[in-house]
Structure formats: C-alpha cells, structure tokens
C-alpha cells in the first residue's frame, strides 16, 4: 500500500542518545545510534521504498520521564522539541511531531504542550510511561497520570483537543522483582506491555474520561495486550453483585472503545490484527513501524500483505491517522 502513514517513530538527541543503549547488543548499538540520529537520510529512503508517506516522530525512551531533576526535565523537553521542529520544518510534507513532555511538572508539561501545539504545529504528544521526580519520593516512586495533581493537566490536553500517546517504559528495579533471574523478559518482549496496560486502565478506572469524554489516547503494540483481555477486565466473577471498587463510572470496554486507539508499531502478526479489528473496529487501529527499534520493511512487507480487505487496510494505512491528527 502506498501512502501509508507511521506514527511511532522514534529520535534521539544527544542528551538522550544513551536512554537507548541497553535495547540492543553492543554489536548493534552503532546501528541503531545512526538510526535514531538520523531523520532525512536512511528514514526518508525506507519511507520511500515502502509505501510510508509521512512519519509523526518522538522522542526516544524513557528520555525526559527518567530526570528526576524537574527543571532539567524541563530543560531537555524543550529543547528535543525545539530540535524536532527544525527537522520537521526541513521537510513537513514527510514529518510531523509529537511533544516531548516534563511530566514532573504537570503545570510544565501542559504549558510545553501548548507551545508545542500552538507555535511549532506538533500533532499531539508522546509520553514514555510514568514520570520520576526528586520531589516526589526522591524520584523513586513512579509517578502515574491517574494521580490528582495532573488533572488539570489532562483539561489542557482536552482543550487542545490533541491526542496523548502512552508509550512503554521498563517498571523501576523495585517493581521488577517478578523478573529477576529472567532479564530477558524487561523491555518489548513482556515488562513493556504489563507495565503499559496497567497505567492505561488506571486512566480508565480512575473516572478520567467520566471528567473529559473527549480525550484520546494511543497505544502501540497491538494495544498492549489489552484489546484480548478486556472482556474480562470487566467481568471477573460476575456472579458476585458487588459495587466496583474504583471511580469510573462505566465499563472499562467502554473507554477502551471510545476514549482509546492502538497501533501495529512492534507488532506484526495478522491474527493479533484481526482480533483487535474485530474487539475495537477498523476505525481505531493505525499502521506503525516502531522504527529504528524494529524494521520499516518488516512492518510494511507484513501490512501490506496482511489478510485483511483493502478498505481496512486502507483505514489502518493512512484515512484514521489522517483524521484523528487533522493531517488533511
């Protein structure tokens, strides 16, 4: 398919070059660093030679949510934004943005997606995961955006009416004990998307959408997991009559269906694609690479081929990115 748009699609800076460094073998790690610095020369060639007409690009992981010092958080948000603008100024009709944001200042991080937004043109934002902060447990204590102090965060977000995107990040040493001895479970094999779906449902569960109906959020990897265990999210011992124990107001398969979209980013298999078309519906579910992480062509080799009929591929390819970012 041509025309196809991507939208997670990760940078680097300098500053945050070495956030990556532990995902690949030391082998490979001079690959990926030109992968992740660059934007107008390998990536605009893949782009060209599989179908992708534009990319939306973010910064790479956890970055900015792992400066426990809010003020250099601030700092290096604003200026891998600064730099992301200047890239996708060279070239706006193939890169657009999402803002990279210091979550450990909610009032900074919608003050920075406004500027993003409203004077650099980016398309919404993208976080990695949960936040630490010095002041706030001497940055050891995760910091998750069902808590009350973002809030009014999350009204910006909805005033700006700008999709959120909920990006991976590994849990903190102390919440990672179920992986010792099994290293090789952390990251995109299993601890990315535990810790991914855990933070999407406590948005859910926390009356968040109850408070903004408007909000949408993405998610990448095929939903992490979630699309495959909604279901009985929301129906565990049924049988018992009981009050639920959170704030939400509706079921947890309504959000998921309203207030969420997912992506293929990292995730290439067309049985977990069509479970996600039939739980969450063509209309919700965009085409991604995951690039430099994962490969363009095995993601696009892939969707292009992929049983599915050519009004959703269609949909998935480029119409529901198109619409949900106002591209067109």
């Known amino acids: 398919m ?3 748009i991507a939208l997670e699609e990760h940078f680097a800076i300098p500053d945050t070059l070495q956030d990556s460094a532990g995902f690949v073998p030391g082998a490979y790690w001079d690959e990926l660093q030109h992968r992740l610095l660059d934007i107008h020369d390998t990536r605009l060639k893949l782009m060209d030679a599989h179908g992708i007409d534009l990319m939306i690009l973010s910064l790479n992981a956890p970055a900015v949510q792992a400066i426990t010092d809010r003020e250099t958080a601030i700092d290096i948000a604003r200026r891998a934004n600064d730099t992301l603008a200047e890239e996708c100024a060279r070239r ?9 944001l210091p979550m450990q200042d909610p009032d900074a991080a919608a003050r920075e997606l406004d500027r993003c937004v409203k ?6 934002a993208l976080v990695n995961g949960f936040s630490q902060d010095s002041l706030q447990g001497d940055g050891e204590t995760p910091l998750y955006y069902d808590l009350p102090q973002y809030r009014p965060f999350w009204g910006e977000v909805a005033k700006l009416d700008v999709p959120f995107y909920l990006h991976p990040r590994n849990p903190l040493p102390q919440d990672a004990r179920i992986y010792e001895g099994h290293p090789w479970l952390l990251g995109p094999t299993w601890a990315f998307a535990q810790e991914t779906a855990v933070h999407a ?5 926390s009356g ?3 408070e903004h109906p408007s ?3 993405v998610l990448g990897h095929m939903g992490e997991g979630i699309p495959y265990m909604i279901w009985r999210i929301d129906h565990r011992n049924a049988w018992v009559k009981l009050p639920p124990k959170h704030p939400a107001k509706r079921k947890f398969a309504d959000y998921f269906n309203e207030n969420f979209h997912i992506t293929t980013s990292g995730n290439f298999r067309t049985q977990t694609l069509i479970d996600a078309i039939l739980e969450l519906g063509a209309d919700r579910i965009m085409f991604s690479t995951d690039w430099p992480f994962e490969n363009v062509d095995h993601a696009a080799d892939w969707f292009d081929a992929a049983s599915v009929s050519e009004a959703d591929r269609i949909k998935i390819g480029r119409t529901n990115a198109s619409r949900l970012f106002k591209l067109e």
């Open 201 to 205: 449902l406590r948005l859910m569960g």
């Open 92 to 100: 706006p009709d193939r890169f657009r943005a999402f803002a990279a």
């Open 119 to 124: 004077e650099l043109g980016f398309v919404g």
């Open 215 to 217: 909000l949408q959020i």
């Open 2 to 4: 041509q025309g196809k």
């Open 208 to 210: 968040l959408f109850d």
